[in-house]
């Protein structure tokens, strides 16, 4: 967690060992090549072993800002997996802020237009708001962000 300054996941993967479990799951038998088959020899243990939703339940520490997306119309990944990720790391470190934003959408997000552009723009926004972006980064002109030259607050151009 300490190697980050915010993280923002769409439509992620959070409990393999429960999802992997249950074959009536769409795409569930084809993941068991990738991940394994938890109904077949040491599989589970080794599933566990890289469950975020398992990992996040002993972390012990805060998580940095986390900002979950899951599409409620997603046939791929579980909605209800981000919920139970967010609930186990606040469980486990009650300082970590980790977001849900469930939405109506697809595994991929609208395709075009304005709804494409929301989708793409929430967590940027979201990373930019809480990391380190833009530290000592220069802009289109030269000048460090803050300094002159650069655009204040306000949306004016600097002296």
């Known amino acids: 967690p300490e190697l980050f300054s915010a993280?923002?996941?769409?439509?992620?993967?959070?409990?393999p060992l429960f999802t992997l479990q249950d074959a009536a799951l769409p795409l569930?038998?084809?993941?068991w090549e990738e991940f394994g088959n938890p109904h077949e020899g040491g599989a589970r243990e080794a599933i566990a072993e890289f469950?975020?939703?398992?990992?996040?339940?002993?972390?012990?520490?805060?998580l940095p800002?986390?900002?979950?997306?899951?599409?409620?119309?997603?046939a791929r990944t579980g909605w209800w997996e981000s919920f139970k990720f967010a609930a186990a790391a606040r469980f486990s470190a009650p300082a970590s802020?980790?977001?849900?934003?469930?939405?109506?959408?697809g595994h991929f997000g609208p395709a075009a237009g304005r709804a494409h552009a929301d989708d793409v723009a929430l967590p940027v926004a979201w990373l930019l708001e809480r990391g380190d972006?833009?530290?000592g980064v220069p802009i289109a002109d030269g000048a460090a962000a803050g300094?002159?030259?650069?655009?204040?607050?306000?949306?004016a151009a600097g002296e």
């Open 147 to 155: 300094e002159g030259g650069a655009a204040g607050e306000d949306g």
């Open 28 to 31: 569930t038998v084809n993941e």
């Open 7 to 15: 993280v923002a996941l769409d439509v992620p993967f959070l409990d």
């Open 133 to 135: 972006a833009g530290e």
């Open 51 to 62: 469950s975020p939703l398992r990992r996040a339940s002993a972390l012990g520490r805060a």
């Open 65 to 74: 800002p986390t900002l979950l997306r899951p599409a409620l119309r997603d």
């Open 97 to 105: 802020n980790v977001v849900v934003h469930a939405d109506d959408r």
